[in-house]
């Protein structure tokens, strides 16, 4: 995370977030180089259902969709563009098992990153188990915007 808060601080730019199945593991990512201050806004964690009916104003999109889908990321990270008014966002949702909930594998997950205004959707199967599952969507979100920088 060092390289990301480091291009972010010379690209002026910031960053926020909203974590389901992470429960809050990417801002702690972020939070824990020095400096990162000059560049993370904030970040929700949505992680039960109520959360985000509540918070994100996401039923309708649960009940047609679910949790685990495509359209909660980026509802997750629309929300949280909208409400930190930061130039990059990044949300994740997804299953990190025991057990497959809404019938969904372990190790789906979706993400959804913004960047100013132009929006990426990651599908992704992750093997392991729930810290490896976590840690390798927080190490694929990194990487992708570091990609998407240069």
Same mark, same amino acid.
Do not use: F, H, Q, R
């Given at each position: 995370?060092?390289?990301l808060v480091k291009k972010l601080k010379e690209a002026n730019l910031?960053?926020?977030?909203c974590e389901s199945l992470t429960g809050g593991l990417f801002a702690s990512s972020i939070v824990n180089?020095?400096?990162a201050s000059n560049v993370f806004v904030g970040g929700y964690v949505t992680y039960q259902n109520k959360a985000k009916e509540n918070i994100l104003q996401g039923k309708e999109v649960l009940d047609k969709f679910g949790a685990i889908s495509d359209e909660m990321a980026c509802l997750m990270a629309l929300k949280a563009k909208n409400d930190f008014q930061s130039d990059i966002v990044v949300s994740f949702t997804? !299953?990190?098992g025991p !057990?497959?909930?809404e019938g969904k594998e372990v190790g789906l997950v979706y993400s959804c990153i913004i960047i100013k205004d132009k929006i990426y959707h990651f599908k992704n199967i992750y093997k392991g188990n729930r810290t490896e599952i976590r840690l390798n969507c927080i190490e694929d979100? #990194? !990487?992708r915007i570091? #990609? !998407?920088l240069k």
């Open positions: 995370m060092e390289e910031t960053i926020s977030c180089v020095p400096g997804g !299953n990190a !057990n497959a909930d979100a #990194k !990487n570091l #990609k !998407n």
